[in-house]
């Protein structure tokens, strides 16, 4: 069973403040992965890990930015939160020794910058 | 460059109708081709993968798919809806792009069940 959990859940935060979302997985798997997603469109990478130590920016360029500690933690941070930033965000892991791109979502962050 | 194609943005079924999502994506090699479905307010949650062998593959939740190299398609089926699959369903490719793995996923087609 995939476990991988975000918190919180939802936020509505003013603008200018720093957030930190978080993003945890209990697989052991090494690639970590956080996606925007907003209505109507596809799911845009931001972020990605190919373990600890190692981040790097995915397709669509984000001012937010992450940090890869420990193989089960990858948060995500915006160190001063704006309209613009209002989205859903998704983490996600894959196991890369399988070779089958799989990946396991947990259940998303609906940031509302206000 | 892989890319995802699905076409129906919002699809409207009838309970215990059949259904059928479709979903092309572009690749140049042997694709990896999932299909994901994501109920309001929560995550992705993972319905039929296809890597390889047999090109009709089943999923969770009475869901199927079948890949057609032909076509370059992945369309997504089921033979009875049920008001609880109403979801928005995404399909994904997997492969090499730009020198690293990556999957790239489709917009999404948002189902809507009616009684």
């Known amino acids: 069973e995939a476990d991988i959990y975000q918190t919180p859940r939802y936020l509505v935060i003013g603008t200018g403040k720093k957030i930190t979302l978080e993003c945890s997985q209990t697989?052991?798997?090494?690639?970590m992965y956080w996606y925007q997603q907003d209505p109507g469109m596809e799911l845009h990478l931001i972020h990605y890990?190919?373990?600890?130590?190692?981040?790097e920016k995915g397709d669509l360029s984000s001012e937010s930015t992450v940090s890869r500690i420990r193989t089960e933690h990858f948060p995500l941070t915006l160190e001063s939160a704006r309209p613009s930033h209002t989205s859903q965000y998704l983490c996600?892991?894959?196991?890369?020794?399988?070779?089958?791109?799989?990946?396991?979502f947990g259940p998303g962050t609906r940031l509302t910058v206000t | 460059a892989q890319s995802v194609t699905q076409p129906d943005i919002h699809i409207t079924v009838s309970e215990g109708a059949s259904l059928e999502l479709r979903c092309n994506y572009s690749?140049?090699?042997?694709?990896?081709l999932f299909w994901y479905v994501q109920s309001p307010g929560q995550g992705l949650q993972l319905l039929l993968k296809?890597?390889?062998?047999?090109?009709l593959v089943q999923g969770i939740k009475g869901f199927e798919a079948e890949f057609k190299r032909s076509q370059s398609s992945f369309n997504l089926r089921k033979p009875s809806v049920h008001w609880s699959d109403a979801a928005e369903y995404f399909c994904?490719?997997?492969?090499?792009?730009?020198?690293?793995?990556?999957?790239?996923f489709g917009i999404g087609t948002k189902l809507q069940v009616i009684p």
């Open positions: 690749y140049g090699a042997t694709p990896y």
């Open positions: 296809y890597f390889s062998g047999d090109t």
């Open positions: 994904a490719v997997g492969g090499y792009s730009g020198g690293y793995q990556k999957v790239t």
């Open positions: 697989m052991g798997h090494d690639k």
């Open positions: 996600a892991s894959s196991d890369p020794g399988t070779g089958t791109y799989e990946q396991y």
């Open positions: 890990s190919y373990g600890v130590n190692s981040t």
